[in-house]
């Protein structure tokens, strides 16, 4: 269990990051496995972005201090977000990349209508 405080480094967090992003990206994770997982954030990491997991309500909160009105609670599945500080566009083909070398497991990724 998460305490209060924590949940409010992690809000606190997140806030900054969507102050600083010039693009976010939300994705279902669901399905992607550990090492695959820690193999996209070193390829966003060399884009200058960074994939964060978090719980729906802590990502709400955290848009919600920025004014931005997406609930990620009316999102189906598991959500991820990627946060892009520089380009906008290479955040998202790395994505859609990773998601289509990715296909056949259940990781839907970036590709999904929510």
């Known amino acids: 269990m998460i305490t209060k405080e ?3 480094q992690i809000i606190s967090d997140l ?3 969507f102050k600083r992003q010039t693009i976010a990206i939300f994705s279902d994770f669901h399905g992607i496995a550990v090492k695959d997982a ?3 954030r070193r390829l966003l990491k060399k884009e200058n972005a960074e994939y964060k997991v978090a719980k729906k309500t802590l990502l709400d909160r955290a848009l919600a201090e920025n004014g931005v009105g997406v609930k990620t609670t ?3 599945g598991e959500i991820s977000v990627t946060f892009g500080y520089g ?3 290479s955040p998202a083909k790395t994505l859609v990349k990773f998601a289509r070398q990715h296909e056949s497991e259940s990781w839907r990724g970036p590709a999904r209508r929510f």
């Open 15 to 17: 806030s900054d990051k």
């Open 87 to 89: 380009d906008q566009v």
């Open 38 to 40: 820690s193999a996209l």
């Open 6 to 8: 924590k949940k409010g």
């Open 74 to 76: 009316q999102m189906p």
